[in-house]
């Protein structure tokens, strides 16, 4: 199993980026897939659900209404469209699949500075 991120990077407050994880090794279209982000000095938390269908979605409260998960399941990819950022969404964001076990990507870096 690999995941790997793309496309974090540093935004002004208020703006937007959409992460990018491209999976391989297992068979993508059968697993949920997750984002979590860790801020420093924090624990790591999970942002977003998505179904192996795309069809059942979950956030955490604190992204509601900004960010929105997406799955390809031809392209073996799951995005984070992330709007309206604030400083307080800063952290490195991590792609999880569960097959069998956790398998995490190496993680992307967001800051929200002005």
């Known amino acids: 199993v690999q995941l790997v991120e793309s496309g974090g990077g540093l935004v002004q407050p208020g703006g937007s980026l959409r992460l990018s994880c491209a999976a391989s090794?297992?068979?993508?279209?059968?697993?949920?897939m997750n984002w979590y982000r860790q801020a420093p000095g924090k624990e790591r938390e999970l942002v977003a659900t998505?179904?192996?269908?795309?069809?059942?979605?979950t956030y955490a409260d604190s992204v509601k209404g900004r960010f929105t998960i997406s799955r390809d399941n031809p392209k073996n990819t799951v995005y984070l469209q992330m709007l309206q950022l604030k400083p307080e969404d800063t952290a490195v964001y991590y792609c999880?699949?569960?097959?069998?076990?956790?398998?995490w990507g190496q993680g992307t870096q967001v800051t929200v500075s002005s």
């Open positions: 998505i179904g192996s269908d795309g069809r059942i979605i």
């Open positions: 999880n699949a569960r097959v069998r076990r956790d398998y």
């Open positions: 090794g297992f068979s993508f279209d059968y697993y949920n």
